[in-house]
């Protein structure tokens, strides 16, 4: 949930559809000519896996487990590529998805602004209402004894004394405790 005075600034939401959808576009997936052109590229530049006789078996593995992803992040791996021997297909998917996993996540995090419900700010009358609403639930709480003069305020030494005295002048019998409770207490056995 989302304050509406968060959404409130002139074509803030408008900027931020235009940002998702241009996270969208970006995250396009490449047409699989376009990365086998680019494997077939890459092979070329690591002659050592260019003559293989299953090149086409090879590149068939290469597309099919690039094709989910966009030609940019695609072509930045490749022009990334170090070493004497091209990369297997599972290294090459490691790679291109660190270029577009920032991607993925700015994208998904306007998403949850862009669908969050938004919450209407309380207006000086709402918040009025709910603190007397407070007020009234707090005066339920207290004990409605009509001699009590204190109107919620605390006690003063010589009524808390009086209240002590009261209690003495009529003592109240609590129920037995049962010996688990004692024995929880540390109080030992009941005496009978």
């Known amino acids: 949930m989302i304050p509406a005075s968060r959404l409130s600034l002139p074509g803030a939401r408008g900027a931020l559809e235009g940002r998702h959808g241009e996270l969208c576009r ?29 090149m086409a078996a090879r590149i068939a593995v290469y597309v099919h487990d690039l094709q989910q992803f966009p030609i940019w992040a695609v072509d930045q791996a490749l022009s990334r590529l170090t070493g004497q021997f091209a990369p297997s297909a599972v290294d090459l998917v490691e ?3 660190a270029l577009v996993q920032p991607v993925i996540n700015e ?3 306007i998403t949850k602004i862009l669908t969050a419900d938004v919450a209407a700010e309380p207006t000086k009358q709402d918040r009025a209402m709910v603190e007397q609403g407070f007020k009234d639930l707090i005066d339920g709480l207290r004990p409605n004894d009509p001699l009590d003069t204190r109107k919620g305020r605390p006690p003063t030494r010589a009524e ?33």
């Open 26 to 54: 970006a995250l396009t997936r490449a047409a699989p000519r376009a990365i086998e052109s680019a494997i077939k590229a890459m092979f070329l530049r690591f002659p050592a896996s260019a003559n293989a006789p299953d």
């Open 95 to 97: 790679s291109v998805l």
């Open 107 to 109: 994208r998904a995090q």
């Open 160 to 192: 808390a004394l009086r209240a002590v005295d009261d209690m003495r002048a009529e003592p109240v019998a609590l129920p037995a405790m049962s010996d688990r409770l004692r024995a929880s207490l540390g109080l030992g056995e009941a005496a009978e």
